[in-house]
């Protein structure tokens, strides 16, 4: 067993936390406290940058403009980009969602067309369009239509809380493409340029935390899509996306472990740093104790992530590994960033200092791209299976 990191992710892992220290932590404040309105600029510049870095495809392949650097690479980018910065982060994890889906499933056109574009930045991010008004946590249930017309389909629905719908270059969709399917079934998947006609941007949604990253409804109204952007099969659409959640899960885990490390590391600083009865901080036994605490919760939560990024770049089955990684990454994040809001007393509610962003960011982790109920219901699926085969 061997715990190092290759030679390779190493580097990455380096350069990553380099630009996250010195280009995005630095713009983090002002887009949280402008709601993402000021700063907007040197976001889309920074979103830029990260995808001159080489960041945007990290698991697709060269041929495409990727940078085929693996899970394990994404898991350390997401970690270092979460501890500077959540909008960035979550902005960049799903953008690799993206560009994973279309690199595994779309057709050599469709690869060609897409894949570019979203690698080199042209396109300053790509969302993921699955979340409906009746179809959350069940995405089966989606009802967005698909109709058929000849070598097209018409998109017809509205799809709502999507990430950077805003600045997106493209979209992934998901839409009922055979009415009399049942739950789950007959939906299909295509890839969608952002600027094809009838597709329109709606509600604007405010946010608890995270605000650089702009979270909005998409309306179809007649889009005429290709055949030939289906990504996966006709009507198989809701295989590729359980598939690209489970990856996606890996990323959302690392930013959460990145924005509990960043509360932590602002704790033991001011714990070192705060005198009260005459003592530091950090020399009371009750504060050791939740940072003990804390840190080994950190590090059970990175070898978690490591864990299935690993598994999924060895080709093993990674499903459990996954919810697991994101359940407890998440969960983790929830009580690391309060105990370094508590270990700063009164100045971790002051928004001079950086805990109660670092609190409002990794609320949200144990929500999107699977809730923490949802990942155990995956859990116990597969545990229980295993038990039963
Ligand atoms: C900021 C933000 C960004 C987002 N970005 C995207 C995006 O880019 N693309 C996209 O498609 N979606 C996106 N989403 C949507 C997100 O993935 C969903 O909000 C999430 O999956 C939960 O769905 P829901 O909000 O409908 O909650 P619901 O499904 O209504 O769940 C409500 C509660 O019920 C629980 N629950 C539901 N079913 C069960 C069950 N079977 N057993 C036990 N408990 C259950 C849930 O865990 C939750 O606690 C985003 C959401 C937010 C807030």
Redesign the pocket.
């Known amino acids: 067993m061997d715990f190092a990191l290759s030679e390779e992710d190493q580097m990455i892992r380096d350069t990553v936390e380099a630009i996250a220290a010195s280009e995005i932590a630095p713009l983090a404040p002002l887009l949280d406290h402008s709601f993402g309105k000021e700063g907007r600029e040197a976001f889309l510049a920074n979103l830029k940058m990260l995808a001159e870095t080489g960041l945007m495809g990290l698991n697709v392949p060269a041929e495409y403009g990727g940078s085929e650097a693996g899970p394990i690479a994404y898991a350390v980018t997401m970690e270092a980009l979460g501890a500077a910065c959540a909008a960035t982060a979550?902005t960049v994890s799903?953008t690799n969602m993206v560009a994973e889906v279309i690199s595994r499933t779309g057709n050599e056109e469709t690869k060609q067309r897409f894949l570019p574009p979203i690698c080199d930045g042209s396109w300053p991010a790509a969302?993921?369009?699955?979340?409906e008004e009746g179809?959350?946590?069940?995405?089966g249930s989606l009802r967005m239509k698909a109709r058929r017309d000849g070598d097209d389909y018409i998109l017809d629905g509205t799809?709502?809380?999507?990430?950077?719908?805003d600045y997106a270059g493209c979209y992934v969709v998901w839409a009922k493409s055979d009415p009399e399917a049942r739950t789950g079934k007959g939906i299909t998947c295509f890839a969608v340029a952002a600027d094809t006609p009838g597709i329109s941007l709606g509600r604007l949604?405010e946010?608890m935390g995270?605000h650089g990253?702009a979270?909005r409804e998409v309306v179809f109204e007649g889009v005429r899509v290709p055949v030939s952007q289906i990504l996966g099969g006709e009507h198989d659409g809701f295989r590729v996306a359980v598939g690209e959640l489970t990856g996606g899960r890996i990323g959302i885990g690392s930013m959460a472990l990145g924005i509990g490390r960043a509360a932590l590391s602002a704790a033991k600083e001011h714990a070192l740093n705060r005198k009260q009865f005459g003592n530091r901080l950090a020399d009371m036994q009750g504060i050791q104790w939740m940072l003990a605490d804390a840190e080994t919760e950190m590090e059970a939560a990175r070898l978690l992530i490591l864990r299935a990024a690993w598994a999924k770049a060895q080709g093993l089955p990674f499903v459990k590994e996954a919810s697991m990684a994101k359940l407890y990454a998440s969960e983790f994040a929830q009580r690391a960033t309060y105990t370094a809001l508590q270990i700063h007393g009164g100045a971790g509610y002051i928004r001079d200092y950086p805990l109660e962003r670092y609190a409002r960011d990794a609320r949200?982790t144990t929500?999107?791209?699977?809730?923490?109920?949802?990942q155990?219901?995956i859990i116990a699926r597969e545990v229980l299976l295993r038990q039963a085969a």
């Open positions: 979550l799903v969302s993921f369009c699955l979340t179809a959350g946590s069940d995405p799809k709502i809380y999507i990430s950077s719908a949604e946010k995270q990253s979270t949200i929500i999107y791209e699977g809730t923490s109920e949802i155990r219901l």
